[in-house]
């Protein structure tokens, strides 16, 4: 296994918008990304945290452990001979999606700046975890599913795999991925080849790229990156780190795309565009936008039927004259999860599902 790859070990959209050079992270332009409801590969956006390892697409072995009667090592060419192969379409999100709008509400500090593109989807295909869970003797106690990756991370002196768990009774295991495709050819290194794991609906950074091994624990991962980095605190302080919840499922969320900020508007039929996603088990329900501060909303068009896991694009068309408008968006989803009117601020940003406001001036 190399170090590291270079971070355009497939062809990107030369438009994607880098949050940070190194480690690669990056996003696609809002109206690029809407413009299909499955992404290319090239506009699929990318959040790493360390090295992009190159592994063996046949060789390299995924190791399970802990608390079963038996440790089991299986290879990558094993899955894929031995456990059935399916594809499911999905939307992974960043934790940060959305930061820079949380940071204008309170400032945030020493995190990328992701706007609203902190998102995609794809067809992925590869076995469903639940296939290689079945082949594990479990022992009673085991609560957690603890992940960890083969690239490199350094955080406060320390070089270890990224990594973070999930409970062992997460319902959405059953949708859940052991994926070796993406949009029907192998899965580049960039988005965790040769094997990652998919697990819609819940925080994309439990859904870890370059999978190494799957521990059967007691409690959650000791990762930093669970037990640290992605934890919903309101101070810096310790205590606040350790109280604070871990992130989980995806909050509901809707945001505008269209149209864009630097867009001239003409009086007359204007048309708002924008995408919606939820968490868990919970599916879209519906998208309202207001023009007078939330007194009256009016339902826009999902575009896309609610999918679980997926997000879901909605339009409406407003007649409106010459003036300024501040246009709320908000979406509701199947278990009546709305998002609310003030972030939730923390000093991750993360989460950041507070209705969005943005300015239209029409002329």
């Known amino acids: 296994m190399r170090d590291s790859l270079p971070s355009f070990d497939v062809a990107k959209s030369a438009t994607m918008q880098v949050v940070q050079a190194e480690p690669f992270n990056a996003g696609t332009p ?29 060789t390299t072995t995924i190791q399970l452990q802990g608390l079963l009667a038996q440790p089991l090592s299986i290879s990558i060419a094993d899955i894929k001979q031995q456990l059935p192969y399916v594809e499911q379409v999905s939307t992974l999100q960043c ?13 945030i500090y020493g995190e990328l700046p992701w706007g609203a593109n902190g998102l995609s989807t794809a067809n992925w295909g590869g076995a469903p975890l639940r296939s290689l869970l079945e082949r ?49 050819t192998a899965l580049p290194a960039l988005h965790g080849g040769p094997l990652r794991l998919v697990i819609p609906g819940i925080v994309g950074a439990r859904s870890v790229k370059w999978l190494r091994s ?12 669970q037990r ?27 945001v505008l795309y269209l149209p864009t900020a630097d867009q001239t508007l003409l009086a007359g039929t204007i048309t708002l565009a924008g995408y919606a996603i939820t968490g868990g088990q919970a599916l879209v329900e519906q998208v309202e936008i207001s023009l007078d501060h939330g ?27 010459a003036g300024e408008y501040q246009c709320w968006v908000r979406a509701t989803d199947s278990l009546g999860q709305q998002q ?18 943005i300015q239209l001036s029409v002329c």
């Open 340 to 357: 609310p009117e003030q972030p939730a601020w923390n000093v991750k940003g993360y989460h950041h599902n507070a209705i969005q406001r």
């Open 30 to 58: 809002l109206d690029e990304l809407a413009s299909s409801y499955i992404q290319p590969t090239s506009q699929f956006f990318v959040r790493t945290h360390g090295t992009i390892p190159s592994l063996d697409p046949e």
């Open 95 to 107: 934790a940060g999606n959305r930061r820079q709008e949380m940071h204008a509400y309170q400032p």
């Open 136 to 184: 594990c003797e479990i022992d009673s106690t085991a609560l957690h599913l603890v992940f960890e990756s083969y690239d490199q991370v350094e955080r406060h002196g320390q070089t270890f795999g990224y990594g973070g768990s999930i409970p062992l009774n997460e319902p959405m295991i059953e949708h859940a991925l052991l994926a070796y495709t993406m949009n029907g």
């Open 295 to 321: 007194q009256h909303w009016q339902h826009a068009r999902l575009i896309d039927p609610p999918r679980l896991g997926c997000w879901s694009r909605w339009q409406i068309e407003l007649e409106l004259t």
């Open 214 to 225: 799957i521990e059967f624990s007691s409690e959650p991962s000791h990762n930093y990156f």
């Open 228 to 254: 640290r980095a992605y934890r919903l605190a309101q101070s810096s302080e310790p205590e606040a780190w350790q109280n604070a919840p871990m992130l989980h499922e995806l909050p509901v969320n809707a």
